[in-house]
């Protein structure tokens, strides 16, 4: 499948804002739930937002929930991650991914990661 296109990271004080967006391939027919990871130097690899099935919200944590928006348009297959109010250890690689039906059943697509850093 072609790969997906993630873009927005960058480097961010803390306290500041910053979105993160993901477009998956148009030529999907179907896709099961779309969102975010990130890969940080604390926690290792965690889920940060996603849309499950029937588009249901899941966010990683409480702390996440209240500071983090995940949203979407459905019909572009684009999803964006705004994060507010964003601390150092926010820092981390994000990782955008989606997961289609394929003939050998669900399969998951990764980007590449675009790199988040929250420093002064």
């Known amino acids: 499948q072609v790969q997906l296109v993630e873009s927005g990271g960058g480097v961010v004080q803390p306290g500041g804002s910053l979105r993160l967006s993901c477009a998956a391939p148009?030529?999907?027919?179907?896709?099961?739930?779309m969102g975010w990871y990130r890969q940080t130097p604390g926690k290792g690899r965690e889920m940060v937002a996603r849309?499950?099935?029937?588009?249901?919200?899941?966010y990683g944590n409480n702390d996440m929930k209240g500071r983090f928006t995940i949203s979407g348009d459905n019909g572009d297959k684009i999803i964006w991650l705004q994060m507010t109010k964003m601390r150092p250890d926010d820092t981390g690689v994000y990782y955008c991914?989606?997961?289609?039906?394929?003939?050998?059943?669900?399969?998951?697509?990764w980007g590449q990661g675009t790199q988040v850093t929250v420093s002064p």
């Open positions: 148009k030529t999907i027919y179907s896709i099961y739930d």
């Open positions: 991914y989606y997961r289609y039906p394929s003939a050998r059943g669900p399969e998951d697509v």
């Open positions: 849309f499950g099935e029937n588009g249901k919200l899941y």
